[in-house]
């Protein structure tokens, strides 16, 4: 079973900055894309940003210019960094990986943005 460990988020001011990171543990190069999901209290999961196999970038339209989406092969890992936070950014992120055949979530960390 593929597990995805997201890094802790925390609390953040406005304007501030954070970077997410996701261990995987398996091989990312086997996976067709890898992203970032949110959820916030009563809305439903979205996504944020993902990253394909080859390279290629896709970003929610809230978040673009302020967000950035990597991935380290070598280091199965997957990153989001995040700058100039809002508000309504608060939320659980989920690092997602999909293949042709099987998806995979983590389990979420809280990411706060408040004065």
């Known amino acids: 079973q593929v597990q995805l460990v997201e890094s802790e988020g925390g609390l953040v001011q406005p304007g501030g900055s954070l970077r997410l990171s996701c261990a995987v543990s398996a091989s990312i190069v086997s996976f067709n894309r890898m992203a970032w999901y949110r959820q916030a209290p009563g809305k439903e999961r979205e996504l944020v940003a993902l990253?394909?196999?080859?390279?290629?970038?896709n970003y929610a339209d809230s978040v673009k210019g302020r967000f950035t989406i990597s991935r380290d092969n070598a280091k199965n890992t997957v990153s989001l960094q995040m700058n100039s936070l809002k508000s309504e950014d608060t939320a659980v992120y989920y690092c997602?990986?999909?293949?042709?055949?099987?998806?995979?979530w983590g389990q979420g960390t809280q990411v706060t943005v408040s004065s």
């Open positions: 997602h990986a999909a293949s042709v055949t099987r998806q995979y």
């Open positions: 990253i394909a196999s080859g390279g290629s970038t």
